[in-house]
C-alpha cells in the first residue's frame, strides 16, 4: 500500500477530526519534495481537492475549508495530516490523500468523514 488514511468518523457538526495518511517508504524516497494534499467526493459530486503542500512546501487550501483545516505533513516520518475543525455536514464526504512523484499521483484507499448537524 502507498499511502494508507486513516481518522475518520462521525462527529457533530463544530467538532474536530484530524486524519492521518502514511507514505511507504519504499516509494516515497525524497518525501519532502512530493507535492501532496487531501482530497475529498461527497456523493453525486466531484472529487475536489481540500488541501495541499506544493513540491516547494506552499499550502493551497479549498475555499470552502480555509481557515478551518490545516495541513500538514512530517518529511521524515512520511506523514500527511488534516486538522479539520468547526466542521459543518457539508464536510461529509470520503476523504482521500495523495501524493505525486515523478509525475505519477498515488492515492490512498479513503477515510470516510461524517459530520451530523
Known amino acids: 500500500v502507498q499511502l494508507q488514511a486513516s481518522g475518520g468518523g462521525l462527529v457533530q457538526a463544530g467538532g474536530s477530526l484530524r486524519l492521518s495518511c502514511a507514505a511507504s517508504?519504499?516509494?516515497?524516497?525524497?518525501?519532502?519534495?512530493?507535492?501532496k494534499g487531501w482530497y475529498r467526493e461527497a456523493p453525486g459530486k466531484e472529487r475536489e481537492q481540500v488541501a495541499g503542500?506544493?513540491?516547494?512546501?506552499?499550502?493551497v487550501y479549498g475555499d470552502s475549508v480555509r481557515g478551518r483545516f490545516t495541513i500538514s505533513g512530517d518529511n521524515d516520518e512520511k506523514m500527511i495530516y488534516l486538522q479539520m475543525n468547526t466542521l459543518l455536514p457539508e464536510d461529509t464526504a470520503v476523504y482521500f490523500c495523495a501524493c505525486n512523484q515523478l509525475g505519477v499521483t498515488y492515492w490512498g484507499q479513503g477515510t470516510q468523514v461524517t459530520v451530523s448537524s
Open positions: 503542500i506544493t513540491s516547494k512546501g506552499r499550502l
Open positions: 517508504e519504499s516509494i516515497f524516497s525524497d518525501f519532502s519534495s512530493n507535492a
